[in-house]
């Protein structure tokens, strides 16, 4: 029997979706213009993430103000992390800055380099056809600096924009979660753990990723220093950096250092970098990577490295923490269908196999029996 809605109810219903419309309609023009300010945001939540137990500390536990209590862990974020980012970019930008680049030479230090392989070892690296190319080769890296300059401002436009975002978010800590959670479709059970999933990803790569970069910043340091390489500080935080960057890592640094060095006339020097970076800086790099995942929230390798490919074209630098949370809530809402909406099914609404959060009982939902 179908029953007719009376004309209240269906005014009701299209006053909703009128209203759900215009929601949706301002969202995509504010997300159009408001995009360049993105990363800022995106950072204010993943340290709104880290910071909310220091807030409620304060104001829970010490019983101090929420207003003087959000000031001065905002102020904690500029001094220990804002200025200290910022400084990096401007080391790096300064020293760069007095770095000259010419083409011509780059070139003839390669061929020489060739020529010196050819005599000694009878192989030929260059042939008339990909001679011609060494040219381009050459030029790359003569915009760096002016690429750096523009990503400069955008740094301190995203800083100011994350220090007034975190302020206002931590003043209304206690009601900006449950707003959240209004809002979402779930039930309150899976609204649990998706917040519980959140925050385990949100900590392992906001705790681990830096981490493993001054780790591997600091071996890299030592090496760069033993093999003569040139302003090896600058480079050692390039290579830090570059343990965002997937697959190639902090190979993009320590290889063309290795290969320069032999270019120079220092074939044993450059050979040696290159097995140290194969041997020692990469190998760092897997051993504190897995160690820290099984710490942390034991994230599947895949969805970092995917998570982060997809991750810093979205969001830029952020996007080493909310890429592999894209793709983790993305896996997390089918595996929520499947043990939902299929009957029998043996999904587990988790994405992180360990997750050091308190567990929840779920109604009707049984773990599946490992197999022996």
């Given at each position: 029997?179908?029953?007719?809605?009376?004309?209240?109810?269906?005014?009701?219903?299209?006053?909703?979706?009128?209203?759900?419309?215009?929601?949706?309609?301002?969202?995509?023009?504010?997300?159009?213009?408001?995009?360049?300010?993105?990363?800022?945001?995106?950072?204010?939540?993943?340290?709104?993430?880290?910071?909310?137990?220091?807030?409620?500390?304060?104001?829970?536990?010490?019983?101090?103000?929420?207003?003087?209590?959000?000031?001065?862990?905002?102020?904690?974020?500029?001094?220990?992390?804002?200025?200290?980012?910022?400084?990096?970019?401007?080391?790096?930008?300064?020293?760069?800055?007095?770095?000259?680049?010419?083409?011509?030479?780059?070139v003839q230090s390669?061929?020489?380099?060739?020529?010196?392989?050819?005599?000694?070892?009878?192989?030929?690296?260059?042939?008339?056809?990909?001679?011609?190319?060494?040219?381009?080769?050459?030029?790359?890296?003569?915009?760096?600096?002016?690429?750096?300059?523009?990503?400069?401002?955008?740094?301190?436009?995203?800083?100011?924009?994350?220090?007034?975002?975190?302020?206002?978010?931590?003043?209304?800590?206690?009601?900006?979660?449950?707003?959240?959670?209004?809002?979402?479709?779930?039930?309150?059970?899976?609204?649990?753990?998706?917040?519980?999933?959140?925050?385990?990803?949100?900590?392992?790569?906001?705790?681990?990723?830096?981490?493993?970069?001054?780790?591997?910043?600091?071996?890299?340091?030592?090496?760069?220093?033993?093999?003569?390489?040139?302003?090896?500080?600058?480079?050692a935080i390039l290579?830090?950096?570059?343990?965002?960057?997937?697959?190639?890592?902090?190979?993009i640094v320590w290889?063309?250092?290795?290969?320069?060095?032999?270019?120079?006339?220092?074939?044993?020097?450059?050979?040696?970098?290159?097995?140290?970076?194969?041997?020692?800086?990469?190998?760092?790099?897997?051993?504190?990577?897995?160690?820290?995942?099984?710490?942390?929230?034991?994230?599947?390798?895949?969805?970092?490295?995917?998570?982060?490919?997809?991750?810093?074209?979205?969001?830029?630098?952020?996007?080493?923490?909310?890429?592999?949370?894209?793709?983790?809530?993305?896996?997390?809402?089918?595996?929520?269908?499947?043990?939902?909406?299929?009957?029998?099914?043996?999904?587990?609404?988790?994405?992180?196999?360990?997750?050091?959060?308190?567990?929840?009982?779920?109604?009707?939902?049984?773990?599946?029996?490992?197999?022996?």
């Open positions: 029997m179908i029953v007719e809605k009376s004309p209240l109810q269906r005014k009701n219903r299209e006053y909703r979706y009128a209203l759900i419309a215009l929601v949706l309609i301002l969202g995509i023009i504010l997300f159009k213009y408001a995009r360049p300010y993105l990363s800022g945001f995106l950072g204010a939540c993943a340290l709104y993430v880290l910071l909310k137990g220091q807030m409620a500390y304060f104001c829970e536990k010490l019983k101090f103000g929420r207003g003087f209590s959000a000031a001065i862990i905002v102020l904690e974020t500029l001094l220990f992390f804002l200025t200290p980012l910022t400084g990096i970019a401007f080391l790096v930008i300064d020293t760069l800055s007095g770095v000259t680049i010419n083409p011509q030479e780059i390669i061929i020489d380099f060739a020529q010196t392989i050819e005599d000694k070892t009878g192989f030929k690296i260059f042939t008339p056809e990909n001679l011609s190319y060494l040219p381009q080769i050459g030029k790359i890296g003569t915009n760096i600096v002016q690429i750096l300059g523009a990503s400069l401002y955008s740094l301190i436009i995203n800083a100011i924009v994350i220090l007034f975002v975190l302020y206002y978010m931590l003043f209304n800590y206690q009601t900006f979660g449950r707003t959240i959670k209004e809002i979402l479709p779930f039930k309150e059970e899976n609204k649990q753990i998706l917040a519980e999933e959140t925050k385990a990803i949100i900590q392992a790569n906001a705790i681990g990723i830096p981490l493993l970069a001054i780790i591997q910043g600091m071996f890299a340091y030592g090496g760069y220093l033993f093999f003569g390489v040139n302003n090896a500080l600058l480079y290579t830090a950096f570059a343990t965002i960057l997937p697959i190639v890592g902090t190979t290889l063309p250092l290795g290969i320069g060095i032999m270019i120079g006339g220092n074939l044993m020097g450059g050979l040696g970098l290159i097995a140290y970076g194969f041997l020692v800086i990469s190998t760092v790099d897997n051993v504190i990577r897995f160690i820290l995942q099984k710490q942390l929230a034991d994230i599947h390798p895949l969805i970092t490295v995917f998570g982060v490919l997809i991750g810093i074209p979205m969001f830029g630098f952020w996007g080493v923490i909310f890429g592999p949370l894209l793709l983790s809530l993305f896996i997390l809402f089918f595996n929520m269908y499947r043990h939902e909406y299929i009957p029998g099914s043996i999904a587990e609404p988790r994405v992180t196999t360990r997750n050091k959060t308190r567990e929840i009982k779920i109604a009707g939902y049984k773990k599946p029996k490992k197999r022996k």
